[in-house]
């Protein structure tokens, strides 16, 4: 196999500096980028630091021992999270999802959850807070979670084969250990639980119907996301990438499913459904099946950039508004414009072989803006 060129971008170095418009951009809930896409869904990153070194995302020999993670200075507190998510809320998202790294890392998370649970839209309306995590600290914290205002969340659950999922995961983690945070999860009624699968040709496709077994006649919901070119250290290849097309055609083979329409305009995954009427699986399939038409989301990365696409190759810097004294308005009218002018559709150039302005190594690593 050819060696792999590992080229190492600091990300974190490249910001495009934040401006106030001269025009204040009202909040008005409404608002549209270039492409007419409103903005309903923020993704937070609360820590760049993860426990886990799945390879698709953080692998080992990138983020090795010598890696540097971000000062605690650097990283947006409690409160400035909470105020420019406000913001944000201001001008449309209904929806806040807690990422990393590792979200559960960051200490007194809990705290975090109960001010953004407070936020409501300008109709008076509660949020939908939810968090993705690798689920190896939930079974302790789940009923924190729950109480601090959490309503659902998504496990990243790579195989249910221990050696595999020891593999994928890289830090020989054991997949009871993550089963346990599932349940406890249920338990404290975080749910509908949904569980993502990355499939990667060669390395644990046989596991997709084990996990869809294991979760068939339950209400957790098992996903099949594609592989991705995400960030310049993962090695991404397209042979590595089963279609989902092929996931649903194996399960099919097996357990009969019905196309279900999607619950929510932007939602990721396409939905099927049991035949049975025993529950429903996932595809998330940002490869073969680009969904960049009606992305409604918005990431904002641990020390206060915002990316507009999960493939962006660079950030707009809040935080130096929001540590410079410019007042909410202001900041409001920074994230009105920057959004505004957002025309990002990765997904989809990449699959009509359109040349992309993104030269690989420069995009963004999904361990540093969250899934
Ligand atoms: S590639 Fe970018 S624009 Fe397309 S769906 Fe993903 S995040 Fe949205």
């Known amino acids: 196999m050819a060696e792999r060129v590992i ?19 009202p909040t008005t809930g409404l608002l549209s980028d270039a492409l007419g896409r409103p903005l309903r869904d923020l993704r937070i990153s609360v820590t760049d630091r993860c426990n886990f070194r799945c390879s698709y995302c953080m692998p080992k020999e990138v983020f090795d021992t010598d890696h540097q993670y971000l000062p605690h200075s650097d990283l947006l507190t409690f409160e400035e999270i909470t105020r420019v998510a ?10 806040i999802r807690l990422t990393g790294g590792e979200p559960l890392l960051r200490k007194n998370i809990e705290v975090l959850i109960g001010q953004l649970a407070a936020l409501r839209t300008p109709d008076g309306d509660a949020l939908d807070i939810t968090l993705t995590t690798n689920g190896s600290l939930l079974a302790r914290k789940a009923q924190a979670l729950k109480a601090a205002g959490l309503q659902r969340v998504t496990v990243s659950l790579d195989g249910l084969d221990d050696a595999v999922f020891r593999g994928m995961n890289d830090v020989d983690f054991p997949v009871a250990e993550v089963l346990k945070g599932i349940e406890a999860a249920r338990r404290a009624g975080l749910g509908p639980i949904k569980v993502n699968m990355v499939v990667k040709r060669g390395t644990n496709e046989h596991e997709i119907l084990p996990m869809a077994r294991h979760f068939k006649g339950t209400d957790v919901v098992a996903r099949f996301i594609e592989y991705m070119d995400v960030g310049a250290t993962n090695g991404w290849r397209m042979d590595e990438v089963l279609p989902s097309a092929e996931v649903i055609e194996l399960i099919g083979s097996q357990l009969p499913l019905v196309q279900l329409s999607r619950s929510a305009a932007g939602e990721t995954a396409q939905r099927w459904g049991y035949a049975d ?19 409604n989301r918005a990431r904002l990365s641990t020390e206060g ?5 999960l493939f962006a190759t660079q950030g707009h810097d809040l935080r130096s508004l929001i540590r410079g004294g410019a007042g909410d308005d202001q900041l409001a009218s920074a994230i009105g414009h920057i959004w ?32």
């Open 7 to 25: 080229p190492l971008i600091d990300q974190r170095i490249a910001a495009l500096a934040s401006a106030v418009p001269t025009h204040a951009i």
């Open 86 to 95: 406000r913001q944000f809320v201001a001008h449309g998202v209904r929806k």
């Open 277 to 295: 009427g025993s529950g429903e699986i996932g595809v998330i399939s940002s490869v073969t099946q680009a969904f960049c038409g009606d992305c």
């Open 305 to 309: 950039r915002l990316y507009l696409c």
């Open 340 to 371: 505004q002018g957002r025309s990002d559709r990765y997904s989809q150039l990449r699959s009509s072989l359109a040349p992309d302005s993104t030269a690989g190594a420069k995009r963004v690593e999904m361990s540093y803006i969250g899934g």
